[in-house]
């Protein structure tokens, strides 16, 4: 855990509130982009029934079960990617969403990979757009935080093994205290109980203009078996 704030070394649900207004820097391909995070979703594996770890690990959510610090990076709905921030302790599946923030640094550069919104609010009010700006997506998935690589990759190579650097991130420390103005509420676009108002497990910095706009999950709909009529059994 080099480099990591020992803060990280806790449940989400007290991590979660801390990021609030910490500063997250992802260098990639010779630039740096920074946001400063202003929602965030936190997750608690086993016993949280919106975990992608409720079920246990998987191939697939691996990273989820690493250290703390580490990145754990998905793809969803066939399009977007979206970054947490593991926490607690490894072997657990502790996490938090990062939903949304402003770009502090590297706006052009996120730019480019938003394919230049108007609006510079839009570069990250989103988990999906604030992955995109930050360059972070499958091949990120299990980067330590303040390193290059984790594993058998020597510090200072890249992706590839080879002399050239990596990307790597760096987190700001995070706070004793969370800041005023933080707001809680259900989770966005969680379906089943993981999305109730039992589960206000979204944090925010009220006024703040990259916080995304809340939508409840919408449920999936069960197709006809073919060749059955509506109505029959």
Excluded at 48 to 58: A, E, I, L, M, V
Excluded at 146 to 158: H, I, K, S
Excluded at 181 to 206: E, H, I, M, N, Q
């Amino acid at each position: 855990m080099t480099g990591t704030d020992p803060q990280l070394a806790r449940t989400a649900l007290e991590v979660a509130p801390l990021l609030l207004g910490t500063v997250l820097t992802v260098h990639r391909d010779g630039s740096a982009v920074a946001v400063r995070i202003t929602e965030v979703e936190a997750y608690e594996g086993e016993s949280d029934p919106g975990s992608h770890g409720f079920r246990g690990r998987t191939a697939r959510n691996a990273s989820l079960f690493g250290p703390p610090g580490t990145l754990y990076c998905y793809f969803t709905y066939g399009m977007h990617h979206c970054a947490n921030i593991v926490c607690g302790t490894e072997g657990r599946a502790s996490a938090v969403l990062l939903r949304g923030g402003e770009i502090v640094a590297g706006e052009q550069r996120a730019r480019e990979r938003r394919r230049n919104p108007a609006r510079a609010r839009d570069l990250a009010n989103g988990p999906a757009k604030l992955a995109q700006a930050l360059g972070l997506d499958l091949s990120s998935d299990g980067m330590h935080l303040d390193t290059q690589y984790p594993g058998t990759r020597p510090a200072g190579t890249g992706h590839d093994g080879g002399a050239s650097p990596g990307p790597r991130a760096t987190l700001s420390p995070l706070p004793a205290l969370a800041p005023s103005g933080v707001k809680t509420g259900p989770r966005v676009g969680v379906a089943g109980p993981g999305g109730s108002t039992d589960y206000p497990w979204r944090f925010w910095l009220d006024g703040e203009e990259s916080v995304s706009a809340y939508r409840a999950a919408t449920p999936r709909r069960r197709r006809k078996p073919a060749g059955r009529a509506a109505g029959t059994d």
